[in-house]
């Protein structure tokens, strides 16, 4: 006789039954590329070293991001962090302030004497680095942390390049920018000031076995403007230079300024002018405010320290009774045309801020460079058409900004390490954006974003004293952890605790989870309820 169906079965237990066997789909745990990360010109791994800040380990914190970037706390200061424009935090309530803990790891590095660790092996291989400015730096840094001796040749007497000679000090403070290339230094890279590379094939006899190439754009461009006296007329690229010197060695702008420029270099040096005296620092600007190449935020401060805009004007000629402007006005398509309509400004001098170029002089019969406008032509791996000599910042591309030279930097490095070793560099591969519509936005609670002290009204327009402050420790913890951390599990229990079939199984701290695929249905409850968007459902392979 058959046996009755209940003992045919024996379940014995509901792990009998393998329930997992009528799902259509499945779900599985991904890594998703942070927006902040992918949109960082340095390739900081932003969210990994806030995951460690808010925690409220700050040594471990600042050692994960050095791993791309030396100068966090010169970054936290210049960097016009792109990686805050594009954090979905900011669909929410406001971004995470992410430049002012970059900033504030970097300072507790200095305040602590934190160092870099110093490589395990060295590779016999020497590397010269032309440029000590942030690309050079960051080219040597990196460098040196893969075994290789790194000799900087700079031709000035101090450290620092354009972040020294085109940042003025309100902005970065000189002992912080002294300390992290100390820390860089000290890494046994050698550092040769007052040593111009004239003529690149000269120095290449001296046996090195690559170059980067790091020279900053120092030579201003110039516009003809017709001057009854010449010696009114300044670049803005000068003028920052001068500001090094000493103490009566300053520029002499006069009590009446006028810039012609609309970029950062044309706010600093107007701001510049209003903390050496001047009563009146007017910016001339051919375009309106919404087309000015100058961040929002810069333009914001100068105004609030009374530097004074005339848009869509351009300048004429300099007479002796003062600037001839030209009133300007937008055609249907937006660009500026001439008016006819003139007036006359008066102005002890005008600094022309108009641009930067980068001297190209030392690459002349280097055989297989290019040019290409105006730059050192280079390929997908920083390196140029001459085989061992690689570029980057100013030197190799239009969007010069300290990041993107700590970035040229990094990958030039980490290159030349390959090329070293004869084997072919290969960038890893960039995994799928977290984008916001991924989040589950309901298991996080609103938090404003902190802001940052700033100096008052007055100090400002007189002292060359910080104008923006620093977090401390509480602000910056609290900061930190107003990271979502977009499309990567933060072991939230979740899914744990939502799975209707038990199939998510733990794996202890630091571990994260997996499925166990013999009973996960393929309902989709964990995907829904992951807060960072770190579960992926995908059709089941029959």
């Not at 998510?504 to 995907?527: H, Q, S, T």
Request: charged share 25%; net charge negative; aromatic share 8%.
């Amino acid at each position: 006789m058959d046996k009755p169906f209940a003992i045919t079965l024996n379940p014995g237990s509901s792990l009998a039954n393998h329930t997992g066997s009528w799902r259509t789909s499945r779900p599985v745990y991904i890594d998703r590329l942070p927006p902040c990360n992918n949109a960082c010109p340095a390739g900081e791994n932003i969210q990994g070293w806030l995951f460690h800040a808010e925690s409220g380990n700050y040594e471990k914190a600042w050692r994960s991001l050095v791993v791309n970037n030396p100068l966090p706390a010169t970054m936290g200061r210049v960097c016009y962090h792109p990686c805050e424009g594009a954090c979905n935090r900011g669909l929410m309530d406001a971004t995470v302030g992410i430049n002012s803990v970059e900033r504030f790891l970097g300072d507790e590095a200095i305040k602590h004497g934190w160092k870099f660790d110093a490589p395990a092996t060295k590779s016999g291989k020497r590397v010269l680095v032309v440029g000590s400015g942030p690309a050079g730096l960051a080219a040597a840094y990196h460098l040196a942390c893969l075994g290789h001796h790194v000799v900087i040749r700079e031709a000035a007497a101090i450290a620092g390049g354009m972040m020294r000679f085109g940042i003025p000090k309100y902005r970065l403070p000189r002992d912080v920018l002294e300390a992290e290339i100390a820390r860089i230094v000290d890494l046994g890279v050698e550092l040769h000031l007052n040593s111009r590379v004239d003529k690149l094939p000269e120095a290449l006899k001296e046996g090195f076995d690559a170059v980067f190439l790091g020279v900053g754009a120092h030579i201003a461009k110039r516009a003809y403007i017709p001057a009854g006296d010449a010696s009114k007329i300044m670049d803005a690229v000068s003028v920052l230079h001068d500001m090094e010197g000493e103490p009566d060695a300053m520029p002499l702008l006069g009590r009446r300024v006028v810039v012609y420029g609309g970029g950062n270099t044309a706010i600093d040096v107007a701001r510049t002018a209003k903390r050496l005296g001047a009563e009146e620092s007017i910016i001339v600007y051919r375009r309106t405010r919404e087309k000015m190449p100058a961040h929002d935020f810069e333009v914001e401060e100068a105004l609030q320290e009374g530097v004074m805009m005339k848009w869509l004007s351009t300048i004429k000629e300099s007479g002796e009774d003062g600037l001839m402007v030209e009133k300007m006005a937008l055609d249907e398509n937006g660009f500026p045309q001439p008016t006819g309509e003139y007036e006359t400004i008066a102005a002890d001098s005008l600094v022309l801020a108009l641009g930067q170029d980068v001297d190209l002089s030392l690459l002349e019969n280097v055989p297989g460079l290019a040019i290409e406008g105006g730059n050192v032509k280079v390929d997908s791996t920083m390196m140029t058409g001459h085989p061992g000599i690689f570029a980057g910042g100013d030197m190799a591309g239009n969007d010069r900004t300290v990041t993107v030279a700590i970035g040229h930097g990094k990958k030039a490095a980490r290159a030349i390490d390959a090329w070293l070793k004869g084997v072919a560099f290969v960038p890893p591969p960039k995994a799928e954006i977290a984008t916001f519509e991924r989040l589950n936005t309901w298991y996080y609670s609103d938090a404003p974003k902190t802001l940052r002290p700033v100096l008052d009204i007055i100090r400002r327009q007189s002292t060359f004293e910080e104008v923006l402050g620093g977090l401390d420790e509480n602000n910056a913890l609290f900061e930190a952890r107003r990271c979502l951390s977009c499309g990567n599990c933060f072991e939230c229990d979740n899914c744990y605790g939502v799975c209707p079939d038990n199939a998510v199984i733990k794996l202890g701290p630091g571990k994260r989870f997996e499925f166990n695929y013999d009973y996960c249905k393929g309902c989709g409850m964990c995907a829904t309820e992951c807060p960072c968007g770190a579960i992926k459902i995908v059709a089941e392979e029959i």
